[in-house]
């Protein structure tokens, strides 16, 4: 049967159930009742034995949680075109364009790349997804593109997921925002949770967790949530001053939204970011009318998923995948390249 494999390293002393929903692989759907339930069933086996108190304290070492076969999936096969950068009898890896759902939801019963999965590899998909969600380890929103990977076999998905866990697989983001990362910003500086690194790398941690009064959103907590954690690094800034730039951003976790959520509490949001991007508009005095009429007619968070590497969950190869900026984002950028003076060429740091 399928099962999950989750390490609760030391420190962690909280009750198990809470500590072991934390801790999951998001794409595993393993909210803190369903793991309650599998343990109150016997499904999950400790360092010690089976466990059967979900209100009992974690103990460091690691958790093996039987979550059965998968139900039967009503999702249907469709033959949409995916862009397979990679494939082998264990896995897939899809460079997704913008728009297209990963996994089927109310409102999006097809369509998706689920879907196209379905129609691609057959019967051959991960079952530890669940039903609605057949061999995806990791997801990215609707409206970002770039690269992802998916698992055919249990084996495989297993291996994979230990990687997003423990923050081994490598994740860069290529994102448009509003604003400038710039380590002499004491503003920046004075907000929670944000701290800079060598390089002039922006770090924020927080909590994520979702908005008391939205269920379709995340916020950021310090107090409640998962643990998450981005870097992001100015590649170019625009406009004079610099009121937009080109970032890079590094995942450390990859919690639901997570880059959004978090360029948005350090008041760079992402550029056509319709949740949380806010009501912000660029200044065409300093990026030039043409540049700042093309932010505001940018239809989709300006995020991609430009690089993903991981080790092959069964050979043991090191793979790295590479994704061109697609052609919207690249347009965007060109714009913004363009004036009205060019980009800037002010160094982070620079008075």
Do not use: W
């Amino acid at each position: 049967m399928p099962e999950i494999l989750i390490h609760v390293p030391e420190g962690h002393s909280d009750r198990l159930d809470k500590t072991l929903a934390a801790l999951a692989p998001e794409e595993a759907a393993l909210s803190r009742s369903r793991l309650a339930k599998l343990i109150a069933e016997g499904a999950v086996l400790g360092p010690r034995g089976t466990v059967t108190d979900g209100k009992s304290r974690a103990e460091p070492g690691e958790y093996a949680i039987d979550i059965g076969e998968p139900a039967p999936l009503d999702a249907q096969p469709e033959a949409i075109a995916l862009n397979v950068v990679y494939e082998d009898d264990d896995l897939i890896v899809i460079d997704k364009p913008a728009g297209m759902v990963v996994h089927p939801a109310p409102g999006a019963p097809s369509g998706t790349l689920v879907n196209a999965l379905l129609h691609h590899c057959a019967d051959s998909l991960s079952g530890i997804g669940g039903a609605a969600r057949p061999g995806i380890v990791h997801r990215i929103d609707k409206e970002t593109s770039g690269l992802l990977v998916v698992a055919k076999t249990d084996r495989a998905h297993q291996g994979l997921a230990a990687q997003f866990a423990d923050h081994s697989a490598h994740r860069r983001y290529l994102a448009i925002a509003h604003g400038m990362i710039d380590p002499a910003d004491a503003r920046l500086r004075g907000l929670p949770g944000l701290a800079f690194e060598p390089g002039s790398v922006l770090r924020i941690t927080t909590m994520l967790g979702r908005h008391p009064s939205d269920r379709q959103r995340q916020a950021v907590s310090f107090d409640r949530g998962r643990h998450a954690v981005t870097r992001a690094r100015l590649v170019q800034a625009f406009g004079s001053p610099a009121s937009a730039m080109l970032v890079e951003c590094r995942l450390e976790t990859g919690r639901t939204h997570q880059i959004r959520v978090h360029m948005a509490h350090a008041g760079l949001g992402l550029v056509g970011d319709p949740v949380y991007g806010g009501a912000r508009r660029p200044s065409a005095k300093a990026l030039g009318a043409e540049a700042a009429a093309a932010i505001m007619a940018f239809p989709r968070q300006a995020l991609h998923a430009a690089e993903l590497g991981f080790v092959h969950p069964v050979s043991g190869q090191t793979l790295t995948f590479a994704s061109p900026l697609p052609a919207d984002m690249a347009e965007l950028l060109a714009r913004l390249q363009g004036g009205p003076d060019g980009p800037s060429d002010r160094e982070p740091g620079a008075q």
